[in-house]
Nanobody, 121 residues
Framework: VQLQACGGGLVQAGGSLRLSCAAS????????TGWFRQAPGKEREIVAR????????YYADSVKGRFTISRDNAKNTVYLQMNSLKPEDTAVYYC???????????????WGQGTQVTVSS
């Protein structure tokens, strides 16, 4: 599976962005998918993840209530809607796919290239 993330940009605090991650391959629906982020000088962390059919989601406490992960398997795409953005959300955001339901980075086998999100105060 190859993943291509896009949708990042510069936004003011309180604003919104929608990230997209397009996957190649016919087996995308067989993978659990997650969004991660990495801020300068910090470790990569999970933001949200979604089950194969989209019925189950998980969010980090820091984004709960503000971010929404979703997927459209017919389009081989996973989304991250980010609302009420804060300067601390500034990071490179990555999408990733795993064959297991996990929040452990090392268990995600496929990664997108990352898209920069910058939130100004």
């Amino acid at each position: 599976v190859q993943l291509q993330a896009c949708g990042g940009g510069l936004v003011q605090a309180g604003g919104s962005l929608r990230l997209s991650c397009a996957a190649s391959g016919r087996t995308f629906s067989s993978y659990f998918t997650g969004w991660f982020r990495q801020a300068p000088g910090k470790e990569r962390e999970i933001v949200a993840r979604i089950s194969r059919k989209g019925g189950i989601t998980y969010y980090a406490d820091s984004v709960k209530g503000r971010f929404t992960i979703s997927r459209d398997n017919a389009k081989n795409t996973v989304y991250l809607q980010m609302n009420s953005l804060k300067p601390e959300d500034t990071a490179v955001y990555y999408c990733a796919a795993s064959s297991t339901w996990t929040y452990t980075l090392s268990e995600y086998n496929y990664w997108g290239q990352g898209t920069q999100v910058t939130v100004s105060s």
